[in-house]
Nanobody, 121 residues
Framework: QVQLVESGGGLVQPGGSLRLSCAAS????????MGWYRQAPGKQRDLVAS???????NYADSVKGRFTISRDNAKNTVYLQMNSLKPEDTAVYYC???????????????WGQGTQVTVSS
């Protein structure tokens, strides 16, 4: 089994910054694409950013130029650096990964528990 532990959320003023982290642990052979999604109240969960194992990145248009996704493969961790935060960035942020398990050598998709980001003055 795999556990994803997220950290770094909180309350920040508009224009401020936060850094989210998501660490995967368990019986892992390899981790492929890692990503961050967010869900605001009453809205669907949308992709914010993703990064492949080869560091190819993809961003939602709404965060381009403000957010940066990165990963540390040695630590099985993905990060999301969020700068110039806006009130509309307020949401629960979820980590998502595709993991190859040691026991089965199959690839499964996992979600983190979510971390609240609130941008407000």
């Amino acid at each position: 089994q795999v556990q994803l532990v997220e950290s770094g959320g909180g309350l920040v003023q508009p224009g401020g910054s936060l850094r989210l982290s998501c660490a995967a642990s368990g019986s892992i052979v390899d981790i492929y694409t890692m990503g961050w999604y967010r869900q605001a109240p009453g809205k669907q969960r949308d992709l914010v950013a993703s990064i492949t194992r080869e560091d190819s990145v993809n961003y939602a248009d709404s965060v381009k130029g403000r957010f940066t996704i990165s990963r540390d493969n040695a630590k099985n961790t993905v990060y999301l650096q969020m700068n110039s935060l806006k009130p509309e960035d307020t949401a629960v942020y979820y980590c998502n990964t595709n993991v190859e398990l040691r026991a089965t050598r199959a690839i499964y998709n996992y979600w983190g528990q979510g971390t609240q980001v609130t941008v407000s003055s």
